[in-house]
């Protein structure tokens, strides 16, 4: 996912943005992009400096990346190799950075990128991550039940309960 520096636009030419989180891996290696309305000084200080705390929850055909900034709620990103574009699919032994998470935070009104960060997977995490994103590339898949399912874990759990029943979690200090 090719992200920008601080104080680029995230897509160039598009102003405005729509609120969303997305984790994908492709070429470049995994990448999360956090897009919100209102992003405060602390938003942009907790993802340059704060500690991270990383987890993954697979269910079923989705995998879950779970994440905490400092003192904040979990958060989560659903995941499926299947419904990154054709043309941006890789494998993990493909990416150019399989061990290492680019986040990004940009907001809604103007486009710009308002964070940066680089988070080195331990190797334990990184090879969980990766292997689970192997098998599920080599599965088949159905986007109409991915979609229900997506649907059916958000009405079951939140994050918080996610985390608690995670193949794998990592954290960074400060």
Sequence with gaps: MQIGQVGQELLPGQAALEEKTLYRLDCDGHGLLIVKERVCNQDVDNIQNAGVELGIYIDGPIIFL?????????ND???????VPRESRVYPEEAADA?????????TGAGIIRAVRNITFTQEFADKLNTAITVQANGSFNGLSYAKHINMVYNQYTSEDMIEMAAAH?????
Excluded: D, N, Q
């Design 99 to 107: 061990g290492t998470l680019r986040i990004a935070l940009a907001e």
């Design 77 to 83: 990103a659903p995941y499926s190799w299947h419904t």
């Design 170 to 174: 990592m954290k960074v200090e400060k």
């Design 66 to 74: 779970l994440f905490k900034f400092g003192k904040g709620t979990w």
